[in-house]
């Protein structure tokens, strides 16, 4: 029978459509193979040179750049803005912005803002906000054939005491999102390991949404949701993956992409620079291991979306957050089968066939020690 699972953090409800597994499949089928286990030259090599002129230096480790194509640009002050447009034509004016300058700013052609928003721009129906902030890249190491759970867990820990550092400089911005996409089934553009850091002097709407019901939970409750749920699940462990002696990972109760993964402190913490040394060396065995499983399950580099969730930088009382990781893979079946989010999902809600309970088995049953490309090293 079909049920329905919500998500605590967000208030989303998923359909589990258990039946639904054993279907027959004649669609689409995608190579998951490749990134993380070749060697090949990139613009993101050491010493190479990028699309806009740079060239990278002869790095050892991690190697963090600003992004030379950023989605997020730091909003300007007025009277920058005002300097702009007496430069500019009486048309120009108008706007606040040259065409010039705002076509090469926002990456849209110069046109008037009426024409975009309708006549009515400051209506109801047309509102618009600033969205600033930077966007950096980092590379995990120079080599573009290891991927993170081909790497060893001392240079795990340089990648993350690289994340707590970004997490912390970046902190004058009112978030900062961490996230990688591995693979090019989810749109990774460049096959180098790596991983991306928007920093945004607005809050995301995930990440409103989580504070939200995170807030309200603990004004119920007095207490973390996520330190509450990772209680609950310790008792039963049926949806455990992994479990070391500072973290848990595991596949959630609500997951709606068939492998997904949710990655938690046992100790109540925020914000990734508040880690302290001990959990840094136990994250970094820990990822190693439960990336090792995912490449295990169908003998294939992996790919997911992933990415840090951590309190916004805009409040004195943390306390109702918890920090945790979100895992979203789409591989389902195989690694050239993968989960589409169409047609019902995309239009009313969303669906899964395999439950959270049988994806945790099956991880579980994934050797976490030994990468299925290591199996005949020597």
């Not at 490749?34 to 002869?58: E, H, I, M």
């Not at 989605?71 to 004016?93: F, M, V």
């Not at 550092?165 to 460049?190: H, P, T, W």
């Not at 995930?206 to 119920?220: A, N, P, W």
Request: proline share 7%.
């Amino acid at each position: 029978m079909a049920t329905q699972r919500r998500n605590p953090l967000t208030g989303e409800w998923i359909i589990v459509s258990p039946h639904r597994i054993s279907r027959p499949w004649g669609g689409e089928k995608s190579s998951s193979t490749g990134q993380g286990f070749t060697k090949v030259s990139t613009y993101l090599s050491p010493g190479a040179t990028r699309s806009n002129g740079a060239v990278n230096p002869d790095y050892t480790s991690t190697f963090v750049f600003p992004n030379d194509f950023s989605a997020l640009i730091p909003i300007q002050q007025p009277q920058q803005i005002q300097d702009s447009s007496a430069a500019s034509t009486d048309s120009s004016k108008n706007t606040g912005t040259s065409p010039k300058d705002s076509s090469k700013n926002t990456g849209t052609s110069p046109t008037d803002s009426s024409t975009i928003l309708g006549s009515t721009p400051n209506s109801e129906l047309f509102q618009s906000l600033p969205a600033g902030g930077e966007c950096h890249v980092m590379c995990f190491s120079p080599h573009s054939d290891l991927s993170l759970p081909l790497m060893g867990e001392e240079e795990i820990q340089i990648v993350i005491r690289e994340w707590m550092r970004l997490s912390d400089q970046l902190k004058y911005n009112l978030y900062v999102q961490i996230f990688e996409n591995k693979g090019a089934m989810v749109g990774c553009s460049n096959s180098h390991p790596h991983c991306q850091i928007w920093s945004s002097s607005f809050m995301p709407y995930l990440i409103s949404l989580e504070d939200t019901h995170q807030r309200e939970y603990f004004v119920k409750h007095s207490s973390p949701l996520l330190v509450d749920y990772l209680e609950e699940e310790l008792k039963c462990k049926s949806r455990v993956v992994e479990e070391s002696s500072h973290w848990v990972a595991l596949v959630p109760y609500w997951a709606k992409w068939p492998f997904e993964l949710l990655v938690l402190p046992r100790r109540h913490v925020t914000k990734l620079r508040q880690l302290t040394d001990e959990e840094v060396e136990d994250l970094s065995g820990t990822m190693k291991r439960y990336l090792t499983r995912y490449d295990n399950l169908f003998e294939c580099s992996f790919p997911y979306s992933m990415g840090w969730h951590e309190a916004p930088n805009n409040t004195a009382d943390s306390s109702p957050w918890q920090l945790h990781a979100h895992y979203f893979p789409p591989l389902l079946r195989s690694a050239s089968v993968k989960k589409h989010i169409a047609g019902y999902e995309m239009l009313a809600q969303c669906q899964r066939d395999l439950t959270a309970e049988d994806a945790a088995r099956r991880l579980r049953e994934c050797d976490q020690h030994v990468h299925f490309t290591r199996r005949n090293a020597k």
